[in-house]
């Protein structure tokens, strides 16, 4: 199991003026979390309420939809090409980087197990996309689509310029190289899929972008390159029992919740910064700043009143943040909540060989660069501490399927539990179909004409 280490979030040991009384907190908010967790486990089955994340990991259709396509196209592809963006790629992102063998792309057939490599295409940056469609041989790509409102811009466009290229190439044949992941109902693409004839994946109703990891949008690709998908949702059906429990001073997500909430209302830390100490673990910061920023970042609370609030995340990758961001976090001001995640054991063990014994890098010779990884892990944690920064350590026991589940499946809940502490709504994401509209609006889409008016108006005069 994950393990939450938040003794230097404590008065104790950062002071009071940083620091909380963590486990009078705890007493005083046992009650409010209790009704949290309940309430929300009650409303996950509810239309309308956003929460049937909560229930992906029991999902046995998708998951064996999965498995069997995954399966029916074993070794007929040599890449997997991922259109998507936001939460249609960031999950998938997030956990193949962390479970596939590092630099994976680079790997030969055999040393992938003749599994395909994997490229997500997550901007519309011309200079990557025609670079990357030039190397990529189309006729052995496997393309998923990955769109929950079937109408994104980027990812459509993104789309466009994918299908003609294969057309070309393939002839009619193309429609094998494509797989669609998106809503049932709502958007185009479901409907051109169905046109066309692609083999579709339907995310659920009520499962947001940015809560999707374990739908289709991320067990697909994982699966497609060989991701073992039963260790996956066994991570997450244990990590959601154990976060059932009502009882903060047993649940890591409630307790990180309340950590953050009350180190932002109360002690006016508001930035929340993720440093996994792994660099597997990169995209992981990634998936979790959009989570936090878009789930949590709102205009509005639950009861009308105007409040401009949410913690502001941060990505951090440590040791390479200790020689870039750690001199602010020491000394600069005092308004972050730093989240390491630690690695107990690493798949690997690699020697610093004993060599230059008598000169002043001597001392590392015989040692282990896992041993240095964790010296300085320790050191940044006990400097910070000393500087009266409020640390949290999410420990995970090795980087695997099962781990890396309950890893996000428990920021998931502590996100959703953060919201309802701030008495926002978690779910929606005013502030991106914003500037979404106005996106149609500037690229004539049609319905959105009175928009692009208004906008061109506005675009002149700022
Ligand atoms: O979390 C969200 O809802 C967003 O970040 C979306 O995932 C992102 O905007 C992409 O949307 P879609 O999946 O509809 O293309």
Redesign the pocket.
Known sequence: MLELNYKNVDAQVIGEDNGLNIEEEFNNYQEQIKHIIADLNKRKDKPGQWLRWMNLGYSEETIWYVKEFASMVEGRFENILVL?????ALGGIAVTEALLKPYWNLLTPEQRNNQPRIFFLDNIDPDTISSLLSILDLKNTLVNV?????S?AE?MSQYMIVKDLLEKELGDDYRKNIVVTTDKNIGILKQLADQEGYKTFIIPDDV???FSVFSAVGLLPLALVGIDIDEITNGIKDMDLALKNLDIHENIAAQNALIHYLMDTKKGKNLSVMMPYSSRLKYISDWYV?LWA?SLGKEYDKNGNKVNIGPTPIKALGVTDQHSQIQLYNEGPNNKVINFIRVKEFDTTLEIPKIFEYTGIGYLGGKTINDLMNAEADSTRVALADYQRPTVTITIPKINGYYIAQLLYMLEIQTAIAGELYNIDTFN?PG?EQA?NYTYALMGRSGYEDSAIQLQTKMASV
Do not use: A, F, P
């Not at 998507?84 to 249609?88: E, F, N, T």
């Not at 990955?146 to 079937?150: H, R």
């Open positions: 998507g963006i936001g939460g249609s990955i769109t929950k409102s079937g994104t990812t947001g972008g940015r959009q878009e994401q991106v979404k």
